[in-house]
């Protein structure tokens, strides 16, 4: 742009004079850069317009997302066994009154025995024992064992019929109250 048309433009400018939009030299020139060859101009305006793009995708995306929500995932097939799976321990949880006589879980499916485990306050396995039912007895002896204001936890698995784990519970604490 030749300095008569810059001095043009801002005149007009300062006239109050609406314009429109400068051209790109005009704007160069403003910010005290070298002019760009028209093949620059052209670049960064489809740069911008890309962006403007992605943009406009990554929003409407979001805004699909929230709208219809996850996507659902596949049903599995009746029988099948989800590995990761959680049981539920039932009881005893947490303050009890006297020793437990009983551990009680949720059933599995697919699962072929449950192990079962009691640990002391230190990590060391006090008592464990396979069954093949939902609950299982505590024998006397460590039942006996178990100590007023201690607390004890207990966990159970859910094993195939080779031994590995299916699903576990996560381990529960009870505290016989003093």
Same mark, same amino acid.
């Given at each position: ?68 929500? $996850?996507?659902?995932? $596949? ?24 020793? $437990? ?46 100590? %007023? ?27 016989? %109250?003093?």
């Amino acid at each position: 742009m030749d300095d008569e048309r810059w001095e043009n433009w801002v005149a007009r400018g300062l006239k109050g004079e609406r314009l429109h939009e400068p051209p790109p030299e005009v704007v160069d020139r403003a910010l005290g850069l070298a002019p760009r060859p028209a093949a620059a101009r052209r670049s960064s305006l489809r740069w911008v317009l890309a962006a403007a793009a992605s943009l406009i995708v990554v929003v409407a995306a979001g805004w699909l997302f929230r709208v219809a929500g $996850p996507p659902e995932l $596949p049903g599995r097939e009746p029988g099948t066994v989800v590995r990761g799976a959680r049981i539920e321990a039932l009881s005893p949880t947490g303050e009890i009154d006297a020793a $437990p006589r009983s551990l009680r879980w949720s059933a599995h499916a697919g699962a072929e025995r449950y192990r079962v485990r009691l640990f002391a306050v230190d990590d060391s396995v006090l008592w464990a024992q396979t069954t093949a039912a939902g609950s299982i007895e505590l024998p006397d002896d460590v039942s006996a064992r178990l100590l %007023a204001a201690v607390a004890y936890q207990w966990q159970v698995e859910a094993l195939d019929e080779a031994g590995g784990v299916l699903a576990a519970s996560e381990r529960v604490q009870f505290r016989l %109250a003093p």
